[in-house]
């Protein structure tokens, strides 16, 4: 994937990573968006200079390949989190809670939609209809379509995700017979 650099510059990215992926589509004429989109499976996005090589192996103009891996909302220029979590702001979603949501996961990682934390681990977004309205409001983390959230259950599952067990220290903390529940009911 991406190595930091001797000189504490910017991460350089390993364009080796791309070899097998050019070896099964040689020769295949319209290859473009398929390999764009391994190239995105490797690197959890396109960064500059694998968009470069694509083109270069591909025979295409840079600018065609910027063209494609612009228009199709699928494709990321900017380096995203190891674990994204899209919140769902349709109409069912933001009057059952979405704000909430939002104001809950700024507060904990200091980060807005479309942003992600320093570390690299989250990334926000919001999207405007996930087509699970009657889980509203409703989130997916990693591809996982989550119903019914609420902000500290949300913010248990995200802790969960990424490996955090901050959040069972401080319910263990909390109190013995506080009336722990399953952070599965809403």
């Known amino acids: 994937m991406t190595a930091p650099n001797g000189d ?10 791309m070899e097998p992926v050019f070896e099964k589509y040689a020769g ?43 228009f199709y909302a699928q494709f990321y220029l900017e380096r995203r989190g190891r674990h994204v979590l899209k919140l769902c702001d349709g109409t069912a979603c933001h009057v059952k809670g979405t704000p909430a949501l939002l104001t809950a996961i700024q507060e904990e990682y200091g980060i807005r939609p479309g942003e992600t934390t320093p570390d690299g681990e989250l990334t926000v977004e919001v999207v405007y209809c996930i087509g699970s309205c009657a ?5 997916i983390l990693d591809g996982q379509v989550m119903g019914h959230m ?31 529940r399953d952070e599965s009911t809403p």
């Open 8 to 17: 504490g510059g910017a991460p350089t990215v390993d364009l080796s990573l």
């Open 28 to 70: 295949q004429p319209g290859a473009l968006i398929p390999i764009l989109q391994k190239a995105q499976d490797i690197y959890n996005y396109l960064p500059p200079e694998v968009l470069q090589r694509i083109a270069e192996r591909l025979g295409l103009a840079l600018s065609k390949v910027y063209g494609v891996a612009t």
């Open 135 to 139: 889980l509203a409001p409703a989130t």
């Open 150 to 180: 609420r902000p500290t259950k949300l913010l248990q599952r995200l802790k969960r995700q990424m490996g955090d067990t901050s959040c069972a220290k401080e319910r263990a903390h909390a109190g013995k017979g506080q009336g722990d």
